[in-house]
């Protein structure tokens, strides 16, 4: 890899927004729930959200404009305010306890880059997402779930 990666979470002023009741991607309230503790990922601290804790589910839709490939879909966050991932130059703890992880590279018009989606192994995200990123073509790669295709995080080549 000839260049850093970095890992971006959710933005502090989209969660404080989900947080104080802001209407989702499908104008509805996000919904109030309590974690089992059972792979509740909040997208803003990219951390698992703890047995007991309340979270919030809502519909995003991790793309500036409607478009034919701005998917929404869920995704939780802690129903408190918490802090945002800082560490961008590496890839979230909670990766660790994953065995796989989905990845798509899009372009700077926000569309899909064909040829850059796949199911990898949770410990090969880094090279595997500078190889897509490697692609002049493809502008940053999307860090979905496997098995239920949900947004979890951004990457993007650092600098």
Not at 46 to 58: K, R
């Given at each position: 890899?000839?260049?850093?990666?970095?890992?971006?979470?959710?933005?502090?002023e989209i969660a404080r927004?989900?947080?104080?009741?802001?209407?989702?991607?499908?104008?509805?309230?996000?919904?109030?729930?309590?974690?089992?503790?059972?792979?509740?990922?909040?997208?803003?601290?990219?951390?698992?959200?703890?047995?007991?804790?309340?979270?919030?589910?809502?519909?995003?839709?991790?793309?500036?404009?409607?478009?034919?490939?701005?998917?929404?879909?869920?995704?939780f966050l802690?129903?408190?305010?918490?802090?945002?991932?800082?560490?961008?130059?590496?890839?979230?703890?909670?990766?660790?306890?994953?065995?796989?992880?989905?990845?798509?590279?899009?372009?700077?018009?926000?569309?899909?880059?064909?040829?850059?989606?796949?199911?990898?192994?949770?410990?090969?995200?880094?090279?595997?997402?500078?190889?897509?990123?490697?692609?002049?073509?493809?502008?940053?790669?999307?860090?979905?779930?496997?098995?239920?295709?949900?947004?979890?995080?951004?990457?993007?080549?650092?600098?």
């Amino acid at each position: 890899m000839s260049f850093a990666l970095r890992f971006i979470a959710l933005p502090t002023e989209i969660a404080r927004s989900y947080q104080s009741g802001a209407p989702d991607a499908h104008g509805h309230k996000p919904e109030l729930r309590i974690s089992d503790g059972d792979h509740v990922p909040c997208r803003h601290c990219l951390t698992e959200i703890a047995a007991g804790e309340p979270y919030l589910v809502l519909a995003h839709r991790p793309f500036p404009a409607l478009q034919p490939y701005a998917e929404s879909g869920p995704i939780f966050l802690h129903a408190a305010p918490c802090a945002r991932y800082t560490d961008e130059s590496a890839p979230p703890r909670m990766f660790r306890d994953w065995l796989h992880l989905l990845i798509r590279g899009y372009g700077t018009d926000d569309r899909i880059v064909y040829g850059t989606g796949g199911q990898i192994r949770a410990d090969e995200l880094e090279e595997a997402a500078a190889d897509v990123l490697a692609d002049p073509a493809v502008a940053y790669v999307h860090v979905r779930s496997a098995q239920y295709n949900c947004y979890q995080c951004r990457i993007e080549r650092a600098g």
